[in-house]
């Protein structure tokens, strides 16, 4: 399955310059949607995975999704402000902006293997902030994952301690 095809460019958004890559309409077609559970999940199978960690937005989603495929527990990783119970946080930059990312402190014991899951490996500043996060709370990440990966942007650059895969790359 050419999963390109189901990943809409939408231009200027959020701001003027960027291509953002829109799964929706992956998400919106069930044949689609399972072959890329079943493929991001089938990237680390054959690792000792104890935690499957997603980013918000669209990482909560597939992560989440990954993390049941997987019979494993899921660990969220929000935007500042959005988990109730006691957190660190993280800054980080984007390609066009700034942001902060949170995870509870009580959600990845220390030497647990995560694996991180996010839907777009851009400039890697959210990837590498949720890393920092796992590896505050002394967690072993076995791998970071991604749906789409953008080369030109070079994130991959800035987790180059981490075993990265992706599904797709522009």
Do not use: W
């Amino acid at each position: 399955m050419n999963l390109k095809d189901y990943i809409r460019n939408v231009p200027d958004f959020p701001k003027a310059g960027i291509q953002f890559k829109d799964i929706t309409p992956l998400l919106n077609n069930a044949e689609a949607f399972i072959f890329t559970i079943k493929a991001l999940a089938g990237l680390y199978d054959h690792k000792s995975i104890d935690k499957v960690a997603g980013l918000e937005s669209r990482g909560l989603i597939l992560g989440a999704v990954v993390a049941y495929e997987m019979n494993l527990p899921f660990v969220p990783v929000r935007k500042s402000g959005k988990l109730p119970h006691n957190t660190i946080q993280e800054n980080y930059g984007l390609e066009y902006g700034k942001d902060c990312i949170e995870i509870h402190i009580d959600s990845i014991k220390p030497r647990e293997n995560v694996l991180i899951i996010d839907d777009l490996l851009a400039a890697g500043g959210s990837m590498r902030a949720a890393a920092d996060l796992v590896k505050r709370l002394e967690g072993n990440i076995i791998g970071c994952s991604v749906l789409i990966e953008l080369d030109e942007l070079r994130g991959r650059d800035r987790l180059k301690e981490h075993d990265v895969k992706s599904l797709l790359r522009y």
